[in-house]
């Protein structure tokens, strides 16, 4: 993966604002594992990134 996209840290934004607002239990509970996944994404990317500057 290449350098993260302004999509996805985009999409972060709005579902850690979402999370933040929501008083429905479950609607939380999914909005914390698509946050968790975004960031997972981005830090794959992060380490693919330096993995290729060190090489380069």
């Known amino acids: 993966m290449a350098v993260p996209s302004p999509k996805i840290l985009e999409d972060l934004d709005r579902f850690r604002r979402l999370h933040a607002e929501t ?3 479950l609607a939380a509970r999914l909005l914390q594992d698509i946050i968790a996944e975004l960031e ?8 693919d990134e330096g993995g290729k500057a060190k090489k380069g």
């Open 23 to 25: 008083t429905d239990p």
């Open 40 to 47: 997972a994404n981005l830090s794959i990317a992060k380490q």
